[in-house]
């Protein structure tokens, strides 16, 4: 690995936004042009901030704001920005994203929308404070894996919960829940559990979501040292009342790494997340290879390893009824929507996801030397 290629990189104003050579190499068609890069930290009513190396510009997005919804600019983006001179500053083009957190708007609806692009961890935050709604978790984990990110579990307001052994548990039945996901449970009030959630994120781009209340804009303010997000100070019940969070905005972490910060959903609905859905429930998947029809559905045939699985009380119903709802769900949403455009967005990121884990690679490789 060249050295010189590191210090280019992080000797940029950007570096701690994420810039890289590979987005610089994207981006040289621009600069030929005489446009400026930078990372889109808000968007709202046709403008957006993005932070360049000369500051955070407001530029308008006419130009990136096209009829598909999955197509107009949103946070995490690397813009073309209009250098000085103009007004207003138009952001002419946005880089192809790595990876993109996309959710379907509602369950019966086909539109997808964009929540961050760009982003190498999904956090889902998740209050202990409330009823544990697993099946909300499923779903948006199915979300963060079809992704391109690692997702993240984080059980907010730990210091709600009485006793140490009530924690175990809880955090348990999320592990369970979720095979190959990092479960920290975590306190913005005491601030047990921040450290290992700021180590995990310190390389890359995370996106924070999940229900309105459960201190997400809490926790950015305490990975940021600064009280930079709105919160609201009394709340009656988690999830219900006022959304204090209306924009999704990015954040360079000081001990870095990059932080999203978005509103409360109340859900998430899936949006051609067919391959997320199979790594939430990699349990069953593995299962299903012992069944003894190769197309078995796990409903009545014999010589089902799902079905015995959950007779044996090692799968819980639950979760083979989740599954199941799941998997209906996106075929429904699939069915519904333009398998050639999913198709070449998809094939994209997987080219970009793989190019943003080997420049993070390299970055990281940099850095420990
Ligand atoms: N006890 C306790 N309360 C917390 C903690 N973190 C956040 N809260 C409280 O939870 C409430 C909601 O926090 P926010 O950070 O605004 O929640 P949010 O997820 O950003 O909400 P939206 O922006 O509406 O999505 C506030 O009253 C916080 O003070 C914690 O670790 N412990
Ligand atoms: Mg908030
Ligand atoms: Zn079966």
């Known amino acids: 690995m060249s050295s010189s290629f590191t210090t280019t990189t992080s000797s ?24 400026l890069p930078g990372r889109v930290v808000r968007v709202d009513r046709g403008q957006c901030d993005v932070v360049t190396a000369e500051g955070t ?8 704001t096209p009829h598909d919804p999955l197509r107009v600019v949103c946070t995490g983006d690397w813009a073309a920005v209009d250098p000085v001179g103009g007004t207003p500053r138009y952001v002419r083009a946005y880089l192809p994203r790595r990876t993109a957190f996309v959710r379907s708007t509602s369950s019966k ?6 929540l961050a692009a760009n982003v190498d961890h999904v956090i889902v935050a998740v209050s202990l404070a409330a009823e544990l ?36 548990h809880l955090v348990h039945d999320v592990e369970t829940t979720a095979p190959g996901v990092p479960v920290l449970p975590l306190s913005s009030t005491t601030g047990e559990g921040v450290d290992a959630l700021r180590e995990a994120i310190a390389g890359g781009t995370s996106v924070l979501l999940g229900v309105s209340g459960t201190g997400k804009s809490t926790l950015a303010n305490t990975l940021l040292g600064a009280d930079t997000m709105a919160v609201q100070a009394v709340r009656d019940v988690d999830g219900k009342g006022r ?11 000081p001990g870095g790494g990059v932080l999203i910060d978005t509103p409360g959903l109340r ?12 790594q939430v429930f990699s349990e069953i998947e ?15 045939e014999p010589g089902c390893a799902v079905l015995a699985a959950v007779e044996a009380g090692t799968l819980p119903e639950r979760r083979l009824d989740s599954y199941r709802k799941l998997l209906r769900e996106n075929q429904y949403i699939v069915a519904k929507t333009d398998a050639r455009a999913r198709a070449e967005m998809r094939r994209d990121w997987k080219r970009k996801g793989a190019e943003g884990r080997a420049a993070l690679q390299a970055k990281r490789g940099g850095l420990i030397r």
């Open 12 to 35: 940029s104003p950007l570096s701690s936004y994420g810039w890289d050579t590979h987005w610089e190499a994207e981006f040289a068609p621009y600069a030929e042009r005489g446009l």
């Open 286 to 300: 593995e299962l299903a290879s012992s069944c003894r029809f190769h197309d078995c559905a796990h409903g009545a």
């Open 133 to 168: 709604d697993l099946g909300r978790i499923e779903r948006f984990l199915a979300l963060a894996w079809e992704s391109g990110a690692q997702p993240l579990v984080v059980l907010t307001k730990v210091d709600l919960v009485p006793d140490a052994a009530g924690v175990s």
């Open 243 to 253: 959304h204090t969070t209306t924009t999704r905005n990015l954040f360079a972490l």
């Open 109 to 114: 609806r086909s539109d997808g929308q964009i």
């Open 267 to 278: 859900g998430v609905g899936l949006w051609d997340a067919g391959t997320g859905v199979g």
């Open 57 to 64: 510009v407001r530029a308008d997005t006419a130009f990136v």
